[in-house]
């Protein structure tokens, strides 16, 4: 079963032959601790390009609060008590982060840490938490869960008007509570947009980077092309619309559950994707994903 879904990045506008996606082999996160690299291709996939990098990599943590303790798991059935967001996560990548952000004579005066990527260490890990249980309750055990993160300066954070990007970026996605998140201040938990609402004035919320980084929609009922055949005029028009509209307001946008199979659509829908301006592919098969 897949706990890790890994999303990678894409290029905005130069498709094919231009965008050189890489096989990271050696990830550092995938490798560290074992529990990690549980069913999961031991691979993560970034783009090798520094003129693509506009964007980052994302890992996706399902989230369930039970008695205080916030378990890691798509569904009931997987939970079990030693896989926490703290076990799993929080605490691996503090241990990646101090790894790579030694303090010593050299790195005194820097002034933002590296990121977990040590062959582009200025970009920021996505860290998706989809919070399957209820929101409100579980965000005040989420937000304490990143506390070690949070005090070593390794979270994105908005505060006092300004956002300012470290080494992680976490976003809410899932049950995250929209209202909670908003109030919080100073902000180092994000809320995963819908992509499809964005200009939507009854949700009653101006979006923007410094609540939602990203905006994300069930690629089935946003667009629905099953990648056979030609895409429609109308399919091809609400990518466009629905990525402009994030772009507009300097939110990235990501498509999520886009088909797998047969894989020649899968590949065609990618490129549908690419070219309409998305900038995240869900790719669980991250084989395919980095040869495409
Ligand atoms: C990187 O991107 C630039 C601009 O899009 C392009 O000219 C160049 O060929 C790319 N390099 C590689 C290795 O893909
Ligand atoms: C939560 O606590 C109750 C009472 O102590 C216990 O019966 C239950 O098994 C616990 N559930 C989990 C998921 O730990
Ligand atoms: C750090 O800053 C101090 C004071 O400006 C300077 O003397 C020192 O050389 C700097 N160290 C490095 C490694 O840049
Ligand atoms: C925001 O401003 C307050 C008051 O000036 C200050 O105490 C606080 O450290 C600032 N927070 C950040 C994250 O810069
Ligand atoms: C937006 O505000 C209106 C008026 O206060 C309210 O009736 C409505 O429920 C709000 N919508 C949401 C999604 O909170
Ligand atoms: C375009 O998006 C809207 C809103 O999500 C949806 O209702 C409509 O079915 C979509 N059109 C197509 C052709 O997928």
Known sequence: ????ALTLVAAKATIGADI?????TEARLLEYPTQITQNIMPKMIHSHNDSLSYGVASVEADVSLYNGTLYIGHENAALTSDRTLDSLYIQPLLK???EVNPQNAFTVNSTS??????TASGLPLQLLIDVKTDGVEALPFILKAFQPLREAG?????ANGTLITSAITVVGTGNSPLEQVKALSPRDYFFDAPLTQLTDPSLNTTWDPSLSPL??????????????GTISDEQ???ITKFVGDAHALGITARFWDTPAWPIYARENIWKALLEGGADWLNADDLAAASSF
């Open 113 to 118: 840490p590296n990121g977990v990527f040590d």
């Open 215 to 228: 905006a994300s929609t069930d690629y089935g009922t946003a667009v629905g092309w099953n990648g056979i």
């Open 154 to 158: 390794y979270l994105t954070t908005y």
């Open 20 to 24: 050189l996606f890489v096989e990271r």
């Open 96 to 98: 990646i982060l101090t």
């Open 236 to 238: 091809k028009a609400n």
């Open 1 to 4: 079963m897949v706990v890790f």
